[in-house]
């Protein structure tokens, strides 16, 4: 054990506040079971002076969302000289923007949906050779907030303006369809995958944190070969965003043809029923384990490669 005295990082100021709670509350139980002196921080805008009065000697970031997954937190956490869990600034923050991961991603040769970026000048019509139905999203947002499917014309103006309620640069992707695949990274090395199959229109919001919102099916019931196609593609996009620690690659894989990458989320959910602790029990990995081995290799990044 590299540190004592840790603090959780938690709450924060997203639309992803209450989600992060539960994952602190859990990661410093679970830190705590394994033999540390962990303290809990609901951040707020004096967050340094919250970390100077703790104390504490490193930190586990457990913020989802603005200010805790995109970076933010991360700067000045180097600024501080405390090492912590998880992904860079420039890796926390590439991973957070969808415009640009989904650039670096098809760059390194890794599938991701037909797409494209527009801003809130935009009109209220589909770019470039994009045909419905396809997903309206925020560009920096997580958890599914302000994210929707498109199947008619008419529903097109409401996605974008809630997606823009959210952020001024939006994504509109085709919408690919097949197995929603969830593959849990620790440092590069794959812990394994879950088949999400969500009883809402998609896996979204509600679907995620809803008591009966989805059933989780590890191993994921699509055929092994199909399974290790997609955790390939995970490790490949861990190492191409250049992250570290924990991360969930979430993609699509459909019935033919190459699985799809959505998104690398560089913070994933923490609670003992959340998809990467519950991936990382599969394989053996108890929760104080798992949040232990994350700590363990919680650092700076200044003048480091990731």
């Known amino acids: 054990m590299r540190f004592k005295r840790v603090g959780v990082l938690m709450g924060g100021l997203s639309a992803e506040r209450e989600v992060s709670l539960a994952s602190g509350r859990a990661v410093a139980d679970g830190l705590v079971t394994a033999g540390y002196d962990a303290v809990r921080i609901d951040v707020g805008r004096e967050i340094d002076r919250q970390l100077r009065e703790a104390a504490v000697e490193a930190v586990f970031v457990a913020l989802h969302g603005r200010w805790g997954e995109d970076g933010t937190v991360q700067g000045l956490l180097e600024m501080l000289g405390l090492p912590y869990t998880g992904s860079s600034v420039r890796a926390s923050a590439v991973a957070m923007d969808k415009d640009l991961s989904r650039q670096l991603l098809a760059a390194a040769g890794i599938p991701v949906a037909p797409g494209a970026t527009i801003t809130s000048e935009h009109p209220a019509a589909l770019p470039g050779a994009l045909e419905l139905p396809v997903v309206v999203k925020p560009a920096d947002e997580g958890s599914s907030v302000g994210v929707s499917i498109v199947r008619e014309p008419s ?54 944190y809803d008591e009966g919102g989805s059933t989780h099916h590890i191993p994921p019931r699509i055929p092994a070969a199909r399974t290790d196609e997609a955790a390939e593609l995970a490790r490949r996009s861990f190492r191409a965003l250049g992250c570290a620690g924990a991360a969930r ?39 104080d384990q798992l949040v232990a081995r994350i700590m363990e290799r919680a650092r700076l990044h200044v003048g480091a490669a990731g």
Do not use: W
Not at 275 to 281: G, M, N, R, T, Y
């Open 249 to 287: 690659v979430d993609l699509i894989v459909p019935e033919e043809g190459n699985p799809v990458v959505l998104e690398v989320n560089t913070i994933p959910g923490m609670t003992v029923t959340s998809l990467l602790p519950e991936i990382a029990l599969a394989a053996g990995i108890q929760f």
């Open 155 to 208: 529903a097109l103006e409401p996605a974008i303006l809630a997606a823009r309620s959210c952020s001024d640069r939006l994504i509109i992707e085709q919408l690919v369809t097949g197995a929603e695949v969830n593959v849990a990274v620790l440092e590069g090395e794959i812990l394994g995958a879950v088949e999400i199959e969500s009883h809402r229109e998609f896996y979204d919001y509600s679907a995620k």
